[in-house]
C-alpha cells in the first residue's frame, strides 16, 4: 500500500503546472456542469446558463440549493483517496471507546516514546522561545513535594508564584517568577540541569496561539486575514500560485477578523503552501509539517485526505508526542470510501461535517476513525475572489482548530490530551448513541468544552 501511494502521489507532481482536472463528489451532475467544473474546459461549455455552470473561479451551484456555491471536490479534498473501496480495519487504538471508559484517543505512543526511522532523533529537541510569552515567568512540571519546589526557587533565584497538583499533567506544575530580569530561554537551561525539573516552558500568553495551517496558497492580502499570518513557508517554490481558494478558506474560518470573523480571530497561522490543483507528494508534506513543527505550534491543521503513508504516520506520531494538536479532514469520498488519511493515524482529531441542521453530510467518510462533527456545509468564508459559501470536511476541520485555540487561549497550560478529553467528554451526541461511525462522538460544543474542567 506503501509503494502504490508512492507512485500515485509522484506521478501527481508531475502535472503540476497543468490545468487542474476538477472532480466533484456529487453523482447528480452533468458533463456539462462537470465540464464547469473544469477551469481548461469551461470556456467549452456553455456555464451561465440556468445555474448549471460557473464564472470565474470553477465553483458550481449544489443541486437543490439556491445560491450556495461549493469549492470542487478536487480542492476540497486536495488529493483522492484510492479508488479502490475495501473494508478497513480500525486504526488501533481509534476505537469508538466512550471518554467515560477509556481516554478519547491513546497517546500517541505507547509509554510516551516518539517512533521514528533511523535518521530521526527519537526525543525531543530543544524548542525555542519564540512569539508573545510573559517576558518574567517560566512554566515548570516538578518531580517533587512544596519542599523540592522551595528548593528549586533558592537555587536559581526565582519567586513561586503559584503551584498546582495537575491531574493531567501528573506531577506540580509551578510558575516560577524571574525577579532579576535575566531572559525566559535563559533561565530555562539553567533549570534543565536540575532533575527534578521535568518540563519546562515559556508561560506563553494565549491571545496569539500558534497554529500551523498545511493548504494551497492563500490570498494573504484579503482583508478577512490581515493580521492573521505570522509567517508562510512555500514548500513547492518552484510551482507556480494557482488556487488560493481553499488555504484562504481555511485560514479564515479558523482566525479570520472583520466581516469574516473566524473561530478564533487574534490566533497566529503560521501557513504552509505544499498543495497546488489539488495535488501533492509526500515529501512536500512532510516537509510543510517539519516547518510546522519548528514554528513551536500548538495545533496543525490538515484539511487534506489522502492515503496511508507510514512516514506521515511517524511524523503524526512525532507531532503528537510533542503536544501538538492535530486536526485533520475526515475526507468527503462517500459512505463506502476507504479511511483518509492523516485523518485515521491515532491521535489525530478526525472531523467530518454537518449542515444547519445537524445533518451529515451526506459526502462525508465514515468510519471508526471520526473523531468529532463541526459545522462544514455552506459555510461563508474568505476565499481568493474575496468569499464564497463553501461545504466539505476541510472546513469542518478548520472550525475545530479554531475551537482548540481558544481553549488554548483560556488556559495555555492545558495538554493535547486534555484537550481531546474536553472535545469527546462534552460533544452533543448525534445518530446512535454513543460514538458511532458517522459523527464521532457528536457535535462539536465549543462552551461546554471551554468550561470543562482539568
Same mark, same amino acid.
Given at each position: ?206 491571545? %496569539? ?91 496543525? %491543521? ?153
Amino acid at each position: 500500500m506503501a509503494a502504490e501511494a508512492v507512485i500515485r502521489l509522484t506521478a501527481a507532481m508531475t502535472i503540476f503546472a497543468a490545468s487542474a482536472v476538477a472532480q466533484t463528489n456529487d453523482p447528480n451532475l452533468t458533463q456539462a456542469e462537470i465540464d464547469c467544473l473544469n477551469r481548461g474546459n469551461a470556456a467549452n461549455a456553455d456555464c451561465a446558463k440556468d445555474g448549471g455552470g460557473v464564472k470565474d473561479g470553477g465553483k458550481a451551484p449544489a443541486h437543490g440549493t439556491t445560491g450556495a456555491v461549493f469549492l470542487p471536490g478536487l480542492i476540497v479534498d486536495l488529493f483522492p483517496n484510492p479508488a479502490v473501496v475495501t473494508e478497513a480495519p480500525i486504526p488501533p487504538g481509534n476505537t469508538a471507546t466512550p471518554p467515560a471508559v477509556a481516554p478519547a484517543i491513546q497517546a500517541a505512543v505507547p509509554g510516551g516514546a516518539v517512533v521514528a526511522p533511523t535518521d530521526l532523533v527519537a526525543t525531543e529537541p530543544p524548542r525555542a522561545v519564540t512569539g508573545d510569552f510573559v517576558p518574567d515567568e517560566v512554566l515548570v512540571t516538578v518531580n517533587g513535594d512544596a519542599g523540592a519546589v522551595q528548593q528549586i526557587a533558592a537555587s536559581f533565584g526565582l519567586e513561586i508564584r503559584s503551584q498546582r497538583q495537575s491531574r493531567l499533567l501528573g506531577n506540580t506544575l509551578v510558575r516560577f517568577g524571574i525577579p532579576d530580569g535575566r531572559p525566559v530561554g535563559v533561565v530555562l537551561a539553567q533549570l534543565a540541569a536540575d532533575g527534578r525539573t521535568l518540563r519546562r516552558e515559556a508561560n506563553h500568553v494565549g491571545g %496569539n496561539v500558534r497554529i500551523g495551517v498545511i493548504d494551497t496558497g492563500i490570498d494573504d492580502g484579503n482583508p478577512a486575514l490581515s493580521g492573521v499570518i505570522a509567517g508562510q513557508f512555500d514548500a513547492i517554490p518552484d510551482v507556480p500560485i494557482e488556487a488560493r481558494d481553499h488555504g484562504t478558506s481555511v485560514d479564515g474560518l479558523i482566525a479570520g477578523t472583520g466581516a469574516f470573523k473566524g473561530m478564533a480571530p487574534g490566533a497566529r497561522i503560521y501557513h504552509a503552501r505544499a498543495f497546488e490543483g489539488g495535488k501533492s507528494t509526500m515529501d512536500v508534506i512532510l516537509s510543510a509539517l517539519d516547518w510546522a513543527a519548528e514554528q513551536d505550534v500548538r495545533i496543525i %491543521n490538515m484539511s487534506f485526505v489522502g492515503p496511508k503513508n507510514d512516514l506521515l504516520g511517524i511524523a503524526c506520531r512525532n507531532a503528537r508526542a510533542l503536544g501538538i494538536v492535530l486536526v485533520a479532514a475526515a475526507g468527503n469520498n462517500g459512505p463506502k470510501a476507504p479511511y483518509g488519511y492523516p485523518a485515521a493515524f491515532v491521535g489525530v482529531i478526525a472531523v467530518t461535517a454537518t449542515d444547519a441542521k445537524d445533518g451529515l453530510m451526506p459526502q462525508a467518510n465514515r468510519g471508526a476513525y471520526v473523531f468529532i462533527s463541526a459545522p462544514g456545509v455552506e459555510m461563508v468564508a474568505p476565499s481568493g475572489a474575496g468569499s464564497d459559501v463553501v461545504t466539505g470536511t476541510s472546513f469542518a476541520a478548520a472550525i475545530v482548530t479554531g475551537a482548540v485555540a481558544n481553549l488554548f487561549h483560556a488556559a495555555p497550560d492545558r495538554s493535547a490530551d486534555w484537550v481531546e478529553k474536553a472535545l469527546a467528554a462534552t460533544a452533543r451526541d448525534l445518530g446512535p448513541k454513543g460514538r458511532d461511525n458517522d459523527f464521532g462522538f457528536g457535535l462539536l460544543d465549543t462552551k461546554a468544552a471551554e468550561a470543562a474542567k482539568e
